[in-house]
């Protein structure tokens, strides 16, 4: 049983490891730091947004962008954007520089922080 | 990350849970796209969905995206599903039958859903099962209930399924929206037509007042002389203001609403003189439809899964009924707190239900819940208008985020309702997409 608790560690250590390059709100931190989060960032400390956090926000978008975001009809496919991309035009409507006609409604409800875990979500899915 | 690739680490993970019985390691990997990992936990459970609307046959998709190792299956009594949504178009002449119809194939072929075309008549559970109408029981480990609504037939006295082929409710598509479309045809030039509009909670929220949008907008090219009235149990309702202003500037004077202050509330129906009792007239239609009051649909009010009032409490952050363990009832059927019954909000809720019910069988806590709605209304094809919310969970329930979602604005341009009728096009072909496809 000892062996297999110093495993549970080990693992338990790397997913914090994975939890946050899959986020990519910051640059990875090394694996040896990852244990620290507070220390590495301390605005996002309070409220983590996990892979799986991004992928219960992101879901949203796929109702009217399409499944993974490639849309079957008039409203634009989000599927080939980049991270960037999204996460710029999401904070452009969000602050209303860009115009739209639904999408200001919708940024609204995200922090930036939010916006950037969504769209490097999306930008990952396999497609 | 040098010694460990992202693959080996998942092996792992996968490994550790299994030799740890499962959901202790305290994390994994379900989003999906970035899969991969299988604790054992979920591994084989068996999810039994009630209905395939877009809450059922969303939250059967998902839950295979998320986790392909769960054996899901959907009972859903008809072999295609016709949506309310674009239903009101059928209506007006500009929507057909088939652009609302969808099957189950990409479900099945696609996803692995085992598609049962049965009805659902009972659940039990303690024993977690449910009964098909076949006779037939089936077990499940978790179970979603989407069953839509029950329309309450006798609330408004003489409203029952009879007199609903004199006044249909349409409020179901199908053989009733056809059927309403049938008599708006046969109306004569100079006729009234009637829309008996709910009381509140009812399945879309604006769907009466689209209805009588488009059929204005019909009425308006083949029998222009005709009227509509809008009896009302409310007085209020979504997006009344981008409605009344619509109105005014594409059917003016065609479209009376009489809120229920004003003597809206119909008591009763006649349908040997097609006429309406409020309480303090009798208005007679030329065609009348009459959109009674609603609850959960009948299974879930059987289970005992509703409260007095006839809905589905649930835990918020997961749509698990607040009455029975193990049972998670989504759409409209359910209490969403500031959520709408809509089409949209059972997609959202069906996938946090997904997301939620994964994390349980692998004895997780629950991931955040977000959900979203989005609501087009076309008052004409090229006039559209929409209302949206973004929602999370706090400690009063589902609430909209302060700032964020609202409707259309007010003194928007042509062009700006015009891209709102294309975008409303664009969203139903994504939305069915998403659920069906």
């Not at chain 1, 999401?90 to 409800?109: C, D, H, I, N, Y």
């Not at chain 2, 009594?77 to 949504?85: E, G």
């Not at chain 2, 299974?299 to 589905?312: T, V």
Request: glycine share 10%.
């Amino acid at each position: 049983m000892k062996l297999k608790r110093s495993w549970i560690t080990v693992t338990a250590v790397v997913a914090s490891a994975l939890a946050l390059s899959a986020c990519q709100t910051t640059p990875s931190p090394a694996p040896g730091t990852a244990a620290k989060p507070a220390q590495a960032k301390p605005a996002e400390a309070a409220k983590p947004i996990t892979p799986e956090m991004a992928g219960n926000l992101a879901n949203n978008c796929f109702t009217c962008h399409g499944p993974n975001g490639r849309s079957p009809g008039s409203i634009p496919s989000i599927v080939t954007l980049s991270s960037g991309d999204i996460a710029a035009k999401l904070k452009r409507f969000k602050s209303g520089e860009a115009p739209s006609t639904v999408m200001g409604r919708q940024a609204k409800g995200y922090t930036d922080a939010e916006i950037d875990a969504v769209a490097n979500y999306i930008a990952g899915l396999k497609k | 990350m040098n010694k460990f690739t992202r693959r080996d680490f998942l092996k792992l993970a996968g490994v550790s849970a299994a030799a740890t019985a499962a959901g202790t390691l305290g994390f994994s990997v379900i989003a999906r796209g970035q899969s991969g990992s299988k604790p054992g936990g979920a591994k084989g459970a068996h999810v039994v969905v009630i209905g395939g609307g877009f809450g059922g046959a969303t939250c059967a998709k998902y839950l295979k995206l998320a986790d392909p190792s769960l054996s899901v299956t959907l009972i859903e009594p008809d072999k295609q599903f016709i949506t309310c949504p674009f239903s009101n178009y059928v209506l007006a002449g500009f929507g057909t039958m088939q652009t609302i119809t969808h099957g189950y194939d990409a479900l099945r072929k696609k996803h692995g859903v085992q598609v049962v075309q049965d009805f659902a008549v009972a659940i039990y559970p303690t024993k977690r099962t449910v009964r098909r109408k076949s006779g037939k029981s089936i077990s499940y480990d978790r179970l979603v209930v989407s069953p839509g609504i029950e329309l309450k037939w006798g609330a408004i006295k003489g409203y029952d399924p009879a007199a609903a082929t004199a006044m249909p409710h349409a409020w179901k598509a199908g053989a009733q929206t056809l059927l309403l479309r049938k008599k708006l045809e046969a109306m004569r030039n100079g006729g009234t037509f009637i829309i008996v509009a709910p009381p509140n909670p009812f399945r879309c929220p604006p769907g009466p007042y689209e209805r009588a949008s488009v059929v204005a907008h019909y009425l308006k090219q083949h029998k222009p002389k005709s009227t509509i009235i809008i009896l009302d149990a409310k007085d209020d309702f979504s997006k009344r203001g981008l409605f009344i202003d619509g109105w005014d500037k594409l059917y003016p004077g065609m479209i009376k609403w009489v809120a229920a202050a004003q003597g809206g509330t119909v008591k009763a129906v006649n349908t040997k003189k097609m006429a309406l009792e409020t309480e303090f007239d009798t208005y007679k239609g030329d065609v009348v439809n009459v959109i009674p009051p609603q609850s959960a649909g009948r299974i879930a009010l059987d289970a005992g899964l509703a409260d007095d009032k006839g809905w589905c409490p649930t835990d918020p952050m997961t749509f698990e009924s607040t009455k029975h363990k193990g049972i998670y009832v989504i759409g409209d059927a359910s209490i969403a707190g500031e959520m709408p019954k809509s089409g949209f909000s059972a997609n959202s809720q069906a996938k946090i239900a997904a997301s939620a019910i994964i994390a349980d069988l692998r004895g997780q806590a629950p991931i955040e819940a977000s959900y979203v709605n989005t609501c087009y209304s076309l008052l004409a094809p090229d006039y559209g208008i929409s209302v949206a919310g973004v929602y999370r969970v706090t400690a009063e329930g589902i609430k909209s985020i302060p700032g964020s979602g609202g409707v259309s604005p007010r003194d928007a341009d042509a062009n700006f309702r015009a891209e709102e009728a294309k975008y409303a096009r664009g969203w139903y072909a994504s939305i069915t997409a998403d659920t069906w496809g």
